[in-house]
């Protein structure tokens, strides 16, 4: 009996598998370079209307004072203030006269209060521990 188609088969599933990791492997990459590419075009587009002179006073009012590149989240601080209170009352009574044994009772009242201040740092803080800024 003739075995070599078999053995054909199991190489091309090999291969089949080994396309199929690096098309996976490889999709990370592509995703962050097109992402990089749209990033680089945003950029681009804002310096070439600034710098040109296309966008005059009103259009620099309209976007808020500048137009400014795109702000990264990872730069941002937040302060968080929380207080708790809780109290319980727990107390037993006697059950009725016909049944024996004892009522239990017990309510708890909880509160939570948070207060929360967010900012953003300017992207020169980036590299600083805990939000530290040279400024």
């Known amino acids: 009996m003739n075995n070599k188609g078999q053995s054909v088969l199991a190489e ?3 291969i089949f598998f080994v396309v199929v990791a690096a098309i ?3 999709t990370a990459f592509v995703q962050r370079g097109l992402e990089a590419r749209i990033h680089d075009a945003r950029n681009f587009m804002i310096d070439s209307v ?5 966008c005059d006073a009103n259009c620099v009012a ?3 004072g500048n137009i400014a590149h795109e ?5 941002s601080q937040s302060l968080s203030l ?3 209170s809780d109290e319980d009352f ?3 009574t006697p059950g009725k006269a016909a049944a ?3 009522v239990y009772n017990s309510q708890v009242n909880e509160a939570t209060q948070r207060t929360t201040a967010s900012g953003q740092l300017p992207a020169a803080c980036a590299g600083y521990p805990n939000g530290g800024c040279p400024f």
């Open 82 to 84: 929380v207080q708790k």
């Open 24 to 26: 996976i492997a490889m």
């Open 12 to 14: 091309h599933v090999m």
């Open 50 to 54: 600034t710098n040109s002179g296309a």
């Open 62 to 64: 309209a976007a808020g």
């Open 90 to 92: 727990k107390e037993t």
């Open 100 to 102: 024996i044994g004892v």
């Open 71 to 75: 702000y990264e989240p990872y730069y």
